[in-house]
């Protein structure tokens, strides 16, 4: 079974409206990510987090926040949503030790209109 | 932070020839080199890694090389399948912990029949 779940799987959203992508991992990790990918761009780092109630921002978190509220929930909020947040977003968790695998979720399609 | 570049975007050949991506990065204290495969509709999955302390791993049909002088490293396919059609990541990781993968661009591989 999945042992990293998006919700939702998919999602339509209007401009300026707020969107919440959830993840939940079952992994027990204390990493965990939000990347998204766009044609010609691969996956590029949005934020992360190392712990509960604390994340970090990774290479391109402007117009995005994020929210730990326990090692197993990661959550990923667009306050205002814009087109150009029309994109795959991945959440992925990663044990403690540098250099591990990151197991991602199935992706969440998102298109902003 | 660590940017990472993937050669060539697309890449078709031959069902039973090899194939060969190649990667280069910037940071020189990066240790960790991963190889992602991704389907299509699904999310991307760890194939193969390795770490600045080798220059050459193979698992099957699968071999990286790093040449830690020259900040680039490679995946070799051999005798490709049409199983092998999919989306390839390379990735280096920061030293220093946070398992803060940097990927590439992306390459899509086509095995034709």
């Not at chain 1, 990293?4 to 339509?12: D, E, Y």
């Amino acid at each position: 079974e999945a042992a990293v779940t998006q919700s939702p799987r998919s999602k339509v959203a209007v401009t300026g409206g707020k969107v919440t992508l959830s993840c939940h991992q079952t992994n027990n990790h204390d990493y965990m990510y939000w990347y998204r990918q766009d044609t010609g761009h691969g996956l590029r780092l949005i934020h992360y987090s190392y712990v509960a109630d604390s994340t970090e921002k990774g290479d391109i978190p402007d117009g995005y926040k994020a929210s730990r509220p326990s090692q197993e929930n990661f959550s990923l909020i667009l306050e205002l949503a814009s087109l150009s947040q029309t994109a795959v977003y991945f959440c992925a968790s990663s044990p403690t030790i540098s250099g591990n695998t990151l197991y991602f979720g199935e992706g969440s399609r998102l298109i902003v209109v | 932070g660590e940017q990472v570049e993937q050669l060539p975007s697309i890449l078709r050949v031959q069902e039973g020839s090899s194939a060969s991506i190649n990667c280069s990065y910037e940071d020189s204290a990066s240790n960790y080199f991963p190889w992602y495969k991704q389907e299509p509709g699904e999310n991307p999955k760890l194939i193969i890694d390795i770490r600045s302390n080798m220059e050459r791993k193979q698992i099957q049909e699968l071999i990286v090389l790093l040449d830690k002088k020259a900040k680039r490293f490679s995946l070799h396919i051999t005798d490709t399948q049409p199983g092998d059609s999919a989306m390839y990541f390379c990735a280096a990781s920061e030293a220093g912990g946070n398992n803060k993968l940097t990927f590439g661009q992306g390459t899509v591989l086509s095995v034709i029949p």
